[in-house]
């Protein structure tokens, strides 16, 4: 059961490397979003800029990238969390899912997570509840 534990915890902790990872690239897409918002405010008439109604869906799909890369980012961390202290096995599960489509890290961590979680040791884990 204890080394059960310890391998929760240090799935945790790539979790938290993973959450690191996404959640300083979810704002990328923040240039996006200022150059749709400089094409819609102040077009050039005559330089070849595309015209303010294509820049609008160029702004909103950055900006929902954005909040889904946070919400994934923030998912993580979360899961990070209830791994460390072997909660939340349903959640843990379907975060490593989601972990799955982040190529290539978060494909391998979901994988080894996914194996992990699936093991009788670690389901007696989950039970018990929170790790000392």
Same mark, same amino acid.
């Given at each position: 059961?204890?080394?059960?534990?310890?391998?929760?915890?240090?799935?945790?902790?790539?979790?938290?490397?993973?959450?690191?990872?996404?959640?300083?690239?979810?704002?990328?897409?923040?240039?996006?979003?200022?150059?749709?918002?400089?094409?819609?405010?102040?077009?050039?008439?005559?330089?070849?800029?595309?015209?303010?109604?294509?820049?609008?869906?160029?702004?909103?799909? &950055?900006? %929902?990238?954005?909040?889904?890369?946070?919400?994934?980012? /923030?998912?993580?961390?979360? *899961?990070? +969390?209830? =791994? #460390? !202290?072997?909660?939340?096995?349903?959640?843990?599960?379907?975060? &490593?899912? %989601?972990?799955?489509?982040?190529?290539?890290?978060?494909? /391998?961590?979901?994988?080894? *997570?996914? +194996?992990? =979680? #699936? !093991?009788?040791?670690?389901?007696?884990?989950?039970?018990?509840?929170?790790?000392?």
């Amino acid at each position: 059961m204890d080394e059960a534990r310890e391998r929760l915890r240090t799935l945790g902790w790539f979790f938290y490397m993973l959450a690191g990872a996404v959640g300083l690239m979810a704002p990328f897409p923040l240039a996006y979003i200022l150059l749709g918002t400089g094409f819609l405010t102040a077009p050039i008439e005559g330089s070849g800029q595309p015209p303010a109604e294509t820049s609008m869906p160029l702004v909103v799909v &950055s900006a %929902v990238g954005i909040v889904v890369g946070l919400a994934i980012g /923030l998912g993580l961390a979360f *899961a990070g +969390r209830a =791994l #460390g !202290r072997a909660r939340g096995y349903r959640f843990c599960i379907a975060m &490593s899912w %989601v972990a799955c489509l982040l190529v290539p890290v978060g494909t /391998l961590l979901g994988y080894y *997570a996914l +194996r992990e =979680l #699936g !093991r009788p040791e670690t389901r007696a884990a989950f039970q018990h509840g929170r790790t000392p």
